[in-house]
């Protein structure tokens, strides 16, 4: 598995320019589909996901939350909650955008993600090029930029767009340091890695790629006696001190890691104000999960792969990639995702916006196959934008439905909210209940609790939130049926007002 420069595969394709009008072509599609549904709300798939981090964004901007504290709206222990899963960037530079010039939360956070997620096309296309030539660059950019889940996730208020900016760009300025370029790459390259673990801690299995980037360079230049380009010692040291840089890059991740489980942890200084943490989701998650014995789990891997993360069209790219020895450079980095894989089988399993993060090193395998099939069989420009064409359809397959619509029952959400802000002052707590999100509250734009129609203890629930200052309950009807307020809700509430699909209750005082 050498690093090796070798000779690009050479097509018809392969004699354009940098930006030749197809890598243009391709990243305006990538930009056209994440930019449709910008303006629509935080509603529909993975709603939660979405305000969680325009709740974090919201509260940091206005005060009400420290940079290493990220919180939400729901409170917990008297104060907003606080959410201490990772250090949400993306979702601060979003905020920082809203508050600095204006406009809705909602499409900076969207306008962030697909900024990060075009750029990422561009850094990956330029990383590939390099290495093996435009085919292959092109290829990969147009896997990366039409991959449903990438497509999807690209436009949300999420971070996995950062993760995938991040990634590429830590192993594309990793590249160009290797490749006889500045220092400065190699500050680039630690730098976007440190935000990479702050954001999301579990990418630091990305130090595996990384060392074997090193080593398997430092090896070729000592077969050709060509130093590696670094000022901070021999090459038979290189890779260790290089290696040792990252790990330095990794502390500030790790330090907050091991500062959120202190103070989350019982007894800790903050427990009572925790909503959830990375003790929370390792206890939820924990290994080895029963899943990895359960054929289920396999089977929706091969179906997620087949269809919302590759679509069809793309899905034996990859394998023709696996013909090109070249592949054997990216084993590593394909291993590195493998692990997260089976450290966290259940959220690969429920959440397929884990897949995104995979996304690379199968691209620019991907791209490997169609150099390989591009070189053999020479197809013609017409045939070159069938394949386009049909992968843009397979991919509109599984994105225009989740991208464009608002579910029916979340269609009430914002007139209620609308109506919960005429009623109550800026620092009034409310209870929201709408199904078991809490995208409500945060239209809401007030603390308080979302709680479930159907959680234990609901009418105790409901008096503890009165007792904590809150005097409006308002409720918006899920899956379109209206909820039985008599059975469910404690008497002695009024009605202050209603809608189509929701309702507005007065809290009634203890008696």
């Known amino acids: 598995m050498s690093e090796s420069r070798t000779e690009p595969n050479r097509t018809h394709l392969s004699q354009t320019s940098h930006f030749s009008p197809w890598f243009l072509g391709v990243c305006f599609l990538a930009f056209a589909l994440r930019l449709m549904a910008i303006g629509r709300p935080l509603l529909g798939v993975f709603a939660t996901k979405n305000v969680v981090y325009a709740m974090i964004a919201r509260n940091l901007v206005e005060h009400r939350a420290s940079f290493w504290l990220p919180r939400l709206d729901c409170l917990r222990g008297g104060q907003r909650g606080l959410h201490l899963l990772e250090v949400p960037l993306s979702a601060y530079l979003a905020g920082g955008l809203w508050k600095g ?55 949300c208020f999420m971070l996995e767009a950062s993760v995938v900016f991040l990634t590429l760009s830590t192993m594309n300025a990793l590249d160009r340091w290797i490749s006889g370029r ?13 935000l990479l673990a702050l954001t999301k801690i579990y990418m630091i299995v990305l130090l595996l790629p990384i060392g074997y980037m090193l080593f398997a360079a430092c090896r070729v230049r000592a077969r050709t006696h060509q130093p590696l380009p670094c000022r901070i010692g021999a090459c038979k040291h290189t890779p260790y001190r290089t290696t040792l840089v990252f790990l330095v890059a990794s502390l500030p991740a790790v330090v907050w890691v091991l500062f959120v489980v202190h103070v989350a942890s019982p007894g800790g200084s903050l427990a009572d104000q925790v909503f959830y943490s990375l003790r ?49 450079r990216y084993a590593v980095w394909l291993l590195a995702m493998a692990i997260l894989v089976v450290a966290m089988p259940r959220k690969f399993y429920e959440m397929n916006y884990y897949y995104t993060v995979s996304l690379p090193p199968i691209a620019i395998v991907a791209g490997l196959g169609w150099a390989r099939l591009a070189e053999r069989l020479r197809p013609s420009r017409a045939a070159v934008v069938v394949v386009l064409v049909l992968s843009l359809l397979a991919s509109l397959r599984y994105t225009a439905g989740p991208m464009l619509k608002t579910p029916e029952e979340d269609r009430a959400v914002l007139p209620a909210a609308q109506a919960v802000r005429e009623l109550t002052a800026g620092d009034e707590p409310v209870v929201t209940m709408h199904g078991s999100g809490i995208d409500l509250l945060y239209y809401c734009d007030r603390p308080g609790w979302a709680l479930e129609p159907d959680e234990p203890e609901l009418i105790d629930r409901l008096a ?20 039985p307020d008599r059975d469910l809700l404690p008497g002695g509430m009024t009605l202050i007002t209603q809608g189509d699909g929701f309702r507005i209750y007065g809290l009634p005082n203890d008696r």
Do not use: N
């Open 101 to 155: 010039l204006g406009g809705s939360l909602d499409v900076w956070g969207r306008a962030v993600s697909i900024g990060l997620s075009v750029a990422s096309v561009v850094i990956l296309f330029d990383y590939v090029r390099r290495r093996h030539g435009q085919p292959a660059a092109m290829a990969a950019a147009t896997v990366l930029a039409l991959s449903p889940v990438a497509v999807i996730y690209g436009q």
């Open 182 to 194: 500045r220092t400065v790459w190699l500050a680039v390259a630690a730098s976007c890695f440190a």
């Open 464 to 483: 503890a939130c009165r007792r904590a200052g809150a005097k409006r309950l308002v409720i918006v009807d899920v899956d379109g049926q209206e909820s």
């Open 280 to 328: 929370d989701s390792t206890e939820a998650h924990g290994f080895p999960h029963p899943l990895l014995g359960q054929a289920d789990f396999y089977r929706q891997l091969f179906d997620d792969f087949s269809g919302v993360v590759l679509t069809p069209v793309a899905f034996m790219l990859p394998f023709a990639g696996l013909l090109d020895r070249q592949w054997r």
